[in-house]
């Protein structure tokens, strides 16, 4: 078959599937790699409200939108992407290589200079609510401190995009094929 978009052009030279959820739905929506990635990054988010309700005992719902905590949303995010890719195209694509370093490197970065910046942010917060009140700074808002994430806060996340990633990918192939 040659793929067709859905206006009936034919694309590319090669002969592809056409989407598994037919000629009406978006192209991203049909995009397993995709669709593993945002499930992951929502199976995280959602998850940070239960994890943060079981270290301090309060339900805090806007951890849904909120950054940092355990687990990791981006890193599950993009494990999540790269376990997709890596199944789909295999381990030794060029493709999937991208992915890899580009999960590597939002890990990376969420440890290291986010992790800090937060870190710097709890110490500025708190020189400022030790200033006296006539000072011009000692009203200024609380800067965000909880940026970054630890070493097992990424690793939770990781595992959790390895997870859904495989298993999301695997019930696609189960339902629509290998397109």
């Not at 995709?34 to 719902?61: C, E, I, N, P, R």
């Not at 806060?153 to 495989?166: C, M, N, R, S």
């Amino acid at each position: 078959k040659v793929f067709t978009s859905s206006r009936g052009v034919a694309r590319g030279g090669a002969a592809r599937a056409m989407s598994p959820l037919g000629r009406g739905m978006p192209a991203l929506v049909s995009s397993p790699a995709l669709m593993a990635a945002l499930l992951a990054f929502t199976v995280a988010q959602v998850s940070k409200v239960f994890t943060h309700w079981y270290t301090t005992g309060k339900l805090d719902w806007t951890r849904v939108v909120g950054s940092g905590g355990m687990p990791s949303s981006h890193t599950s995010l993009v494990v999540g992407l790269a376990t997709a890719v890596g199944l789909k195209e295999s381990l030794d694509s060029s493709l999937f290589a991208l992915c890899l370093v580009f999960s590597l490197v939002v890990m990376y970065d969420a440890t290291g200079v986010r992790l800090h910046a937060g870190r710097q942010a709890e110490v500025l917060n708190e020189m400022i609510m030790n200033l006296p009140a006539n000072h011009p700074v000692a009203d200024a808002r609380p800067l965000r401190d909880s940026l970054g994430h630890t070493p097992v806060q990424v690793g939770v996340g990781a595992v959790v995009g390895l997870l859904v990633g495989y298993l999301h990918y695997s019930s696609w192939v189960t339902q629509w094929g290998d397109n």
